[in-house]
């Protein structure tokens, strides 16, 4: 994308992991209540392998994924690479059963 090092790092951990979720804490320990809400419905629907990064270990990420995928808040998940949304949007996925069956779609869960 460019010379940026945030960019690169951030489309290493793209291509490296089936699941990204950049928030704020970590998968074990949110740090706020919209990080939480995706980590939970991940979790209901019986996701485990989950990248997390915490972009309140560093601010050059926190700011860089911002930039990178043009989105202005956290958490932002990425599915197979894929920007999929922030809280609200995993919340009405997740209820609507759209999460679970991009989920299925990209090979995470089993249908």
Same mark, same amino acid.
Request: net charge negative.
């Given at each position: ?5 945030? +960019?690169?790092? #951030? ?22 209540? +919209? ?14 392998? #989950?990248?997390?990064?915490? &972009?309140?270990?560093?601010?050059? &990420? ?15 998940? +990425? ?33």
């Amino acid at each position: 994308m460019t010379d940026n090092p945030v +960019f690169t790092q #951030i489309e290493n951990d793209l291509k490296s992991n089936p699941v990204v979720l950049y928030m704020k804490g970590t998968q074990n320990q949110p740090m706020c209540g +919209f990080s939480n809400v995706v980590v939970q419905a991940l979790g209901m629907l019986g996701v485990t392998d #989950i990248k997390d990064i915490n &972009v309140l270990a560093d601010e050059e &990420v926190r700011q860089g994924i911002k930039d990178y995928n043009n989105w202005p808040t956290i958490p932002q998940l +990425f599915v197979k690479g894929e920007f999929v949304g922030g809280a609200d949007i995993i919340r009405e996925m997740y209820q609507s059963g759209e999460l679970k069956t991009l989920l299925e779609e990209k090979g995470i869960l089993s249908a």
